[in-house]
């Protein structure tokens, strides 16, 4: 594995970032995209999954031998709901089933909706996915949700907390609940959608729903930047694979990470392709 120490010292970070995922490819005999945010280092919104990133992904993949399946290397903060149920049906359309995650350090809400759609997710021990529960404008939907019934409650018990409530909940926009609760029936419906597809085809669907309710609603979810280790998520069902398992692979993954973190040190950009 070459250390983030020994990348920064070579010249060119993108051909290095080119050289391994060359590399993963000629040992796997699987195609390689690496999706590589750098939320980690530039306080930028355009870091996040959009619209635009399926139109890179056409051109990425235009040309390869699609029976070779995707091993989709993936570091995101997640991002808009629309893009990335959009993004997984594009790439299902494309590769079927045969779509390995890797996760060599976060992919966190839709990056943990991303690698739900896939039938094994690569992580090491080190790595990370998070909740999928939604966020309105930076506020958890399922708080809002939460805190609409518990104000119901509170009132029925007792009328006279009425105007304790209402200044809490004048808070919302007109319609705010109901926003909150249709996002969070999207991420329920795209996580089972996605789980059915492939990671749990021909398995119990008790188990789809287990994972559905530990990232949207389950103890997981006190709070949306939560990091989910593997030992964590293998815990609520979802089929992990650790790349300490096999030390190539695993150098090899790492190498890439390094690569693309060096590159955002070194670059002003927001994400690699």
């Not at 000629?26 to 750098?38: A, L, P």
């Not at 926009?173 to 749990?200: G, H, Q």
């Not at 021909?202 to 990232?215: Q, R, T």
């Amino acid at each position: 594995m070459a250390t983030y120490i020994e990348i920064k010292n070579e010249n060119d970070p993108k051909t290095t970032i080119i050289k391994y995922a060359q590399e993963l490819h000629e040992k796997t005999g699987r195609n390689v995209i690496v999706y590589y945010s750098g939320w980690l280092t530039v306080d930028d919104y355009e870091s996040s999954i959009d619209s635009m990133d399926k139109n890179v992904f056409m051109t990425i993949i235009k040309g390869l031998d699609k029976s070779k399946g995707l091993d989709l290397i993936l570091h995101t903060p997640g991002g808009a709901v629309s893009a990335t149920e959009s993004l997984i049906d594009y790439l299902h359309a494309i590769f079927g089933e045969n779509i390995r995650a890797i996760i060599p350090q976060m992919a966190m809400s839709g990056g943990t909706m991303i690698a739900c759609s896939c039938k094994e997710i690569l992580m090491g021990k080190h790595s990370s996915l998070g909740p999928a529960d939604p966020q309105i404008y930076g506020i958890p939907a399922r708080t809002v949700i939460e805190e609409f019934e518990l104000a119901k409650k509170e009132i029925e018990e007792n009328p006279k907390s009425v105007p304790y409530w209402r200044i809490l909940l004048d808070k919302y926009p007109v319609n705010f609940l109901f926003e909150c609760k249709n996002s969070m029936d999207w991420a329920k419906e795209i996580l089972e959608k996605s789980l059915k597809y492939s990671m749990f085809k021909d398995d119990n669907p008790a188990i789809i729903d287990k994972i559905v309710y530990e990232l949207t609603l389950g103890e997981a979810t006190k709070s949306h930047s939560r990091n989910l280790s593997p030992k964590k998520c293998r815990e609520i069902g979802l089929k992990i694979k650790f790349i300490e398992e096999d030390e190539e692979l695993q150098d090899l993954i790492l190498s890439i990470h390094h690569a693309c973190i060096n590159y955002f040190n070194q670059k002003n950009v927001s994400k690699i392709y």
